[in-house]
Structure formats: C-alpha cells, structure tokens
C-alpha cells in the first residue's frame, strides 16, 4: 500500500509542481495507520524525494527560476524549522483541525480562481 500511496503522490507531484504531501499525510495516516507526528515526518521525506525527482524534470526542461527558487528555498527553510517545532507544542487535535482547515480553504480558493 505504501507504494501506492507513494505512486499515486509522486504523479500529481510531477504534474502539478508540489511535494503531495496533501495527499500522502493522510493517505498514511487513514491507510497505513501511523500516528500522526510519525506520518508527518514520513511524509517530509517522501515529499523530499519526489521533489527532488520533479526538480530535475523541471530544471532539465528549463522550467526553472533559480534566484526565485533559492529566495523561496529561504523563507521556506525558516517556515519549516519553526512548524516543525510548533508541532511539538501543539496537541494532535488541533493539528488535525488545523490541517484540515487549511485543505479545505485552499481548495475552495483553487475552485474558485
């Protein structure tokens, strides 16, 4: 089943330029039944390698902006070191709801933009 959920994540990864991991974080949580701060770190480095992989597709077929990328890269490293020790003081309640908040306010942004 990991394979499947890996195969299914790194397509819609490659086709529409994200890690997946809206669809991998819970895809293990419901599927495999691991604990919600284990799939989450799962889920980092599986995303880790399927964005690496796209990546070079990307950066191979010139679809890449390398100053943009290295400036995202940043703020993205300081957002990533302060979520991931967030996610220690934060109860898995909360994370849930949060994470599900943000699913669906970003799919009704994309319906509708």
């Known amino acids: 089943m990991a394979y499947v959920i890996g195969a299914i994540g790194g397509m819609l990864g490659g086709m ?14 419901k ?7 284990t799939a989450r770190g799962t889920t980092l480095i599986t995303v880790l390698m399927i964005v690496i ?19 995202t890269a940043i703020g993205g490293i300081i957002g990533g070191v ?15 709801l949060i994470f599900n908040v943000f699913v669906i306010v970003v799919s009704v942004i994309m319906i509708f933009s």
Request: hydrophobic share 45%; aromatic share 22%; no cysteine.
């Open 31 to 37: 599927f495999l039944k691991v604990d919600e701060y």
């Open 82 to 96: 302060i979520g991931a020790k967030l996610t220690k003081k934060i109860p898995k309640f909360w994370l849930s």
């Open 53 to 71: 992989s796209s990546a070079f597709f990307y950066y191979k077929n010139n679809y890449f902006d390398i100053k943009l990328g290295i400036y």
């Open 16 to 29: 529409f330029g994200s890690g997946s991991g809206l669809i991998i974080l819970p895809a293990i949580i």
